[in-house]
């Protein structure tokens, strides 16, 4: 007996911010839904600047360019929070993107 197995896909659908929750919605059907409160960013942004988002890296990331706020789908997938304000920095990929990694402590 066969087992039919569909293929994931992570990239980004959609993306809804309510006053409580980010949810993100993938190609794949799937929905991912997280407590605002884990992106400082995005919860001290206005109705506006939360809807003035992007898809980024090929897919795979989201973008807010007024509040210069990134998110992956793969963080969001492993349930990560936005580390500390002072632990982040911008660099740039290989295709001009902006993006953030942590810094050394």
Do not use: C, F
């Amino acid at each position: 007996m066969g087992i039919l197995a569909l293929q994931a896909d992570e990239r980004v659908a959609d993306v809804k911010v309510t006053s409580d929750d980010l949810v993100v919605r993938l190609m794949d059907g799937r929905s991912i839904s997280v407590p605002l409160v884990w992106y400082p960013r995005l919860l001290n942004a206005s109705a506006r600047q939360r809807r003035q988002w992007r898809i980024s890296a090929g897919g795979y990331g989201i973008h807010w360019p007024e509040i210069d706020e990134d998110l992956s789908v793969e963080g969001l997938l492993r349930g990560a929070p936005a580390p500390p304000e002072g632990r982040k920095r911008a660099t740039r990929n290989k295709n001009g993107e902006r993006r953030r990694i942590l810094a050394p402590r």
